[in-house]
């Protein structure tokens, strides 16, 4: 006779760490909402939604996303609610927070 094999719950970061996150909240990324947790920082929702690049290089408009993702390489800056060059990696998501993708320096960007 076979034995059923008792199931561990899946293991998270979330749950390896004992976090209990608040209620889930949406963003949007260059128009596209995403769901983001209390904590996640921005290039963090967008590695979650399988967005690797959000600025391009300003002189031959190669796509970039997070590197270090410590703050240190600037790699990861992008344009949230109209401010360019903000670090990604270090930006905690706020509800309805606005990211798009920063062209160049981002000084070209609209602003609010």
Known sequence: ????RRREPARTPAGLAGAEPGP??????????????????V???????????????RNNGRPRGAF????????CLATVNGRPNLRACLLPARPGDAVTTQEGTGHDAPRP
């Open 43 to 57: 290039a963090a929702v967008l590695w979650a939604a399988s967005v690797l690049s959000w600025r391009t290089t």
């Open 24 to 41: 889930g909240f949406e963003i949007t990324f260059d128009g596209r909402p995403l769901r983001a947790l209390p904590g996640q920082s």
């Open 68 to 75: 270090c993702g410590i703050g240190s390489c600037y790699e």
């Open 1 to 4: 006779m076979r034995r059923a």
